[in-house]
């Protein structure tokens, strides 16, 4: 298993070249008027054209009208919905299209490991439960958060793909990814030098990051598994 790279809030050309440069697996567009990252649709699908076959574009909402979902599928066509505000699972499932569920952790009502785990077994319909820090801007914040906060979702069952977001850079997120070993992570803020504004060293250090520690754990792997 290797862990999914995802890189937030692109809203520059050379931005996206950088990633697809470095092997992410996806790029993330918002569509959060209140974010300094937001794209309208016309941009976000000028942007699009610049992504090859097998990086996925994921779209970015925050408690969005259907009316703006519906115009970002229409223009832009992401391979994936990342919903990040109070939408409800039925509202997720409305468009009929693979979505990730995100997750403030620490936020009111997710302040433990069992709240956060109950209230993420309503989105068994996802693709993937992303979790990111509590902050009033949906986001993009730079901040993480205790990962204990994990301890009940990691454990369940019938937990979906859990893709690691919030305060992430080149010098944290190994040892994130080597203690709970995640499907996926996402970063934004860790990679830029300002907001929307990403720097491509920064891009290729995260992703060299991650790859280090996924060597790690399959060297780690491969001795547990070796005959004594």
């Known amino acids: 298993m290797r862990t999914r790279i995802k890189i937030c809030?692109?809203?520059?050309?050379?931005?996206?070249?950088?990633?697809?440069?470095a092997g992410v697996d996806a790029i993330g567009f918002v569509?959060?008027?209140?974010?300094?990252?937001?794209?309208?649709?016309?941009?976000?699908?000028?942007?699009?054209?610049?992504?090859?076959?097998?990086?996925?574009v994921v779209a970015l909402f925050v408690n969005p009208a259907q009316s703006e979902v519906e115009a970002v599928l229409d223009q832009?066509?992401?391979?994936?919905?990342?919903?990040?505000?109070?939408?409800t699972p039925q509202d997720c499932a409305h468009y009929g299209?693979?979505?990730?569920?995100?997750?403030?952790?620490?936020?009111?009502?997710?302040?433990?490991?069992?709240?956060?785990?109950?209230?993420?077994?309503a989105y068994g319909e996802a693709a993937g439960w992303l979790f990111d820090s509590y902050s009033a801007g949906y986001g993009g914040s730079g901040?993480?958060?205790?990962?204990a906060l994990l301890d009940e979702v990691r454990a369940d069952p019938i937990s979906r793909?859990?893709?690691?977001?919030?305060?992430?850079?080149?010098?944290?997120?190994?040892?994130a990814v080597r203690s709970l070993r995640p499907w996926g992570v996402d970063v934004s803020s860790g990679v830029e030098v300002e907001q929307g504004i990403k720097s491509s060293d920064k891009i290729s250090f995260f992703v060299a990051a991650v790859q280090a520690a996924d060597a790690i754990l399959k060297s780690e792997a491969?001795?547990?598994?070796?005959p004594h």
């Open 222 to 226: 491969v001795l547990m598994n070796k």
């Open 9 to 21: 809030g692109l809203t520059r050309e050379e931005d996206i070249d950088a990633a697809v440069a």
């Open 31 to 56: 569509f959060y008027p209140k974010s300094k990252r937001c794209l309208t649709p016309t941009r976000a699908a000028q942007l699009r054209r610049m992504v090859p076959a097998f990086v996925d």
């Open 143 to 147: 901040h993480g958060f205790d990962y």
């Open 161 to 175: 793909p859990l893709i690691l977001s919030g305060g992430l850079n080149a010098e944290n997120v190994g040892q």
């Open 76 to 87: 832009v066509g992401p391979e994936l919905l990342q919903f990040h505000g109070d939408e």
């Open 97 to 121: 299209r693979r979505f990730l569920r995100a997750f403030r952790a620490g936020a009111p009502g997710l302040e433990t490991a069992e709240n956060l785990a109950s209230t993420c077994r």
